[in-house]
């Protein structure tokens, strides 16, 4: 390893074959050398024996390094400002960074030595603490000296450091240091290794562009110039394998410009990773990567991915086997186009047999490369595939595939193919290649990462979103929901509607504050609350109330805003309630006239301590009732009243369905805040329950009350043509109205059918408050037996309480085609 060939004169700028001397010592933490290399030994004229143990400063006479009490081999001529006050500092001990530097020193017989040296710091459980190189700078350029022109241009020549990665070389320091250093362990030597590698790989900086890495190999590479001052490094082992850099012009052959060609490859990764990642979109990243490797690097590229990371379905489980299927999600080429999509379609689903390259690849994780793809080798790979002949797009051509990895696990692979007549694949592009792989890999695992949160976040969303019946009793309805372009795409919009008794709907629309997914947790809360106290037929102000103090129990983080709005279609009547959201628009039927309702504005639920009103609208069939969120109508720096002015005018267009009318508000107002909050949009057209599908009879609390509600129920339901549903009503009527009739204190008890759409409604009123219980079928159930028949025939049933006592109610199914027209009531 320290011996050297004595360079060659020329005329013509060559490449100098050749070894330098590299001497390698370890110092431990009090200045002694540890460790003692045969190079060390030739280049101060001390043996191993000799050197371990003694101060490492006494072996290393170095001019200007040691202070006035240096050792007497010290050179008197040369004053503190010659070379090497930095490596007298590091033999000291006084390093806290890599160093590196020239130095003078006396050697043997009074000759002056120009050094060239590297100093480490070194920590770790062992006693090593300084590793030094060091190198004669004279050898650079031949034993024979050199022209006064050609030295000032040496001395121009400094030691530095530079990223280990960069040199291929450096992954052979590992194996190479024991044998320098014998009697060094493994252990020792592999921390000594990991911590150069840390610090920074040696080199001679020759210029801002050249940089020349010292090898365990051949020690510090030659150097000879002639007339075109060309510098060069020196041939033979320097050169590493997979050189692809052509000779320079008038020159001879020059492997050594495997450095010009690592430099074209740092820049073309450098370059890479400035396109690619540019989107967290998943396909955009995908197409950016595989776009990158052509032409520059390859010829054609085609990019493959697991199923699980294409659907955003989060990690891949295990390793890839033979029934992993996967998607080819892009291909570029440069060869005229459409001319591979027939035999490697971009979209195809393909688990690839075992004995091919490509399963090689995806099984080990390692890179798979084949200089070149006999037609033997293509006709054998081309086999395994059924259906398909990929021998004109293997044959002859170089192959690398590279696999597309986040922590161990293979995510995909990518295909690179060169074509005949372009230098093949090599080591060195072997390398350049995982190191392409590996920073895509990184970002398509973000871009998946992405797309999983988002698929994860809007489930959710889509999951707490009610699906809203487009028809209930004398109403329909209309709905929308985008989600926010910031934080996920999820928020604390929604909206929703319950069925009351009496025919009547609840329509519902709340903002929880913030965005992101407490946001959405805090909404799904708070919606299912409403959905249950709404049930209970709650009043609308009572309602919120009994929100308010729910959220301030969850919470105090807990604020939205809500708008509750009763509809009963037989009254047409709307009874409002709002805590501090926007209030509603209603488009009149009548003239098309659209206003934004006056209502009470109430506190936002969760402030607490704040009092609720209801107002009282009343409507017309035909009239549109819109409610939305704050998203649709608030820009920043805007005042809010030009967005509820546009809400107006947009609500008021005419159109052909409630649907189209709902788009034509979010074409007009969707994009007046960016995006970037949620919206919610109900709209309600309010058709009302004309008075001749309703009939309402009063009943004495009388037993014998019984069979008249059952005689009243037959002839009105053959009034309207609902025979078919006789027999189940008759009986569901005089389960209920037995029950009102036995529970009822003094007042009179109501009995009303609605006819609506498909069902038949029918209320039970009394003056008692206690709620009916349905019990189970026990012996000692038998009270419960009414209720019992109720749960069983009818298609709904509940209860709830009013002021005036209790209501009961139950729907019946109207078969298809059963309604009639003419009305009756009593």
């Not at 050697?107 to 480490?120: H, I, S, T």
């Not at 033979?322 to 570029?332: A, I, L, S, Y």
């Not at 035999?343 to 099984?363: D, S």
């Not at 007042?747 to 709620?771: M, N």
């Amino acid at each position: 390893m320290d011996g050297g060939i004595p360079p060659q004169r020329s005329r013509e700028p060559v490449a100098v074959s050749g070894r330098i001397p590299l001497a390698v010592v370890v110092v431990d933490a009090d200045g002694l050398v540890s460790h003692w290399s045969s190079g060390a030994s030739r280049l101060f004229g001390t043996g191993r024996a000799q050197a371990l143990g003694a101060p490492a400063a006494d072996l290393m006479p170095v001019s200007g390094a040691l202070g006035d009490s240096g050792p007497q081999g010290r050179d008197e001529e040369a004053s503190d400002d010659d070379f090497g006050p930095e490596l007298g500092n590091s033999l000291r001990g006084r390093v806290l960074y890599p160093t590196a530097g020239r130095a003078r020193m006396s050697g043997p017989g009074e000759r002056r030595v120009d050094l060239l040296w590297w100093a480490y710091p070194l920590v770790g459980p062992g006693p090593e603490r300084l590793l030094v190189l060091a190198a004669e700078s004279a050898r650079l350029f031949g034993a024979g000296g050199a022209e006064e022109e050609e030295r000032a241009a040496y001395e121009r020549i400094a030691p530095g450091f530079a990223l280990h990665t960069e040199f291929p070389a450096a992954d052979r320091l590992a194996e190479r240091l024991p044998d320098i250093l014998p009697h060094m362990g493994p252990a020792a030597s592999g921390r000594i290794v990991s911590q150069m590698l840390e610090l920074g790989y040696p080199v001679l900086e020759i210029s801002r562009q050249d940089r020349v890495p010292v090898t365990p190999d051949w020690g510090v590479p030659k150097y000879r110039e002639r007339e075109n001052r060309s510098w060069r490094a020196g041939a033979g082992a320097a050169a590493g394998p997979g050189t692809a850099a052509a000779p320079a012009p008038g020159t001879a052959d020059a492997p050594d410009l495997e450095y010009a060609a690592v430099r074209e490859r740092l820049e073309f990764l450098n370059e890479v990773s400035g396109r690619i990642g540019t989107s967290l979109d998943l396909a955009t990243t995908i197409r950016e990567v595989t776009s990158a490797a052509v032409p520059r690097f390859a010829d054609f590229a085609g990019t493959h991915l697991r199923a699980q990371v294409l659907a955003g379905e989060g990690f891949p489980d295990g390793p890839p086997d033979v029934t992993t299927v996967w998607h080819r999600v892009w291909v570029e080429h440069n060869d005229e186009p459409g001319r591979w999509d027939d035999t490697v379609p971009v979209g195809e689903a393909i688990a690839f047999p075992e004995h091919t390259p490509f399963f090689q690849c995806m099984v080990t994780g390692e890179p798979v490369l084949i200089p070149r793809i006999s037609d033997e080798l293509g006709d054998r790979i081309s086999g395994q595939f059924e259906k398909r002949d990929l021998r004109p797009l293997i044959n002859g051509r170089s192959i690398l595939i590279v696999p597309l990895k986040a922590r161990q696990v293979v995510l995909g692979f990518m295909v690179l193919l060169r074509r005949d007549g372009r230098e093949a694949f090599d080591d060195m592009d072997r390398t350049t290649g995982a190191e392409l792989a590996a920073r895509a890999g990184l970002v398509l695992d973000n871009a998946r990462m992405y797309t999983y949160q988002e698929n994860a976040a809007e489930t959710l969303q889509d999951s707490m979103l009610p699906q809203v019946a487009p028809r209930m009793a004398g109403c329909d309805t209309a709905t929308r929901y985008l989600p926010g372009t910031r934080l996920g795409r999820v928020g604390g919009d929604w909206f929703d509607t319950v069925r009351l008794p009496g025919s009547r709907s609840a329509l519902v629309v709340g903002d929880v504050m913030g965005h992101g997914l407490n946001s959405a947790a805090m909404m799904g809360q708070l919606r299912t609350a409403v959905q249950t106290m709404a049930a209970l037929d709650l009043p609308p102000e009572q309602l919120l109330r009994n929100l308010d103090d729910l959220a301030q129990r969850l919470g105090e983080h807990y604020l939205a805003t809500c708008l509750y709005v009763v509809y009963d279609p037989v009254e047409s009547v709307l009874r409002i309630s709002n805590a501090g959201h926007i209030p509603p628009v209603l488009v009149r039927a009548e003239d098309g006239r659209s206003e934004l309702l006056s209502i009470p504005t109430g506190a936002p639920i969760g402030v607490g301590g704040v009092a609720f009103e209801t107002a009282t609208v009343q409507v017309a069939p035909g009239d549109r009732l819109v409610l939305c969120t704050d998203g649709l109508v608030e820009v920043r720096g805007e005042d809010i009243g030009v967005g509820l002015a546009a809400l107006c005018e947009s609500a008021a267009h005419p159109a052909a369905s409630m649907d189209e009318a709902c788009d034509t508000i979010i074409r007009a107002l969707g994009v007046r805040g960016g995006g970037s909050d949620d919206v919610a949009l109900l709209m309600a057209r309010l058709n009302g329950i004309p008075p001749q599908d309703v009939a309402f009879w009063q009943l004495a609390p009388d037993p014998r009350e019984v069979g008249r509600a059952r005689r009243l129920v037959r002839e009105q339901l053959e009034a309207w043509g609902l025979a078919a549903v006789v027999e189940s009503a008759e009986l569901l009527v005089s389960e209920v109205v037995t029950n009102a009739v036995r529970h009822a204190h003094s007042g009179r008890v109501g009995l009303r059918l609605v006819r609506a759409e498909a069902l038949l409604h029918c209320d039970v009123t009394d003056d008692d408050h206690a709620l009916p219980v349905l019990l189970g079928a026990g012996r000692d159930a038998a009270g419960g037996r009414g209720l019992r028949v109720v749960n069983s025939v009818a298609r709904k049933w509940g209860a709830s309480r009013t002021r005036q006592g209790k209501t009961v109610w139950f729907e019946v199914a109207v078969p298809r085609g059963a309604r009639g027209d003419s009305g009756q009531h009593g």
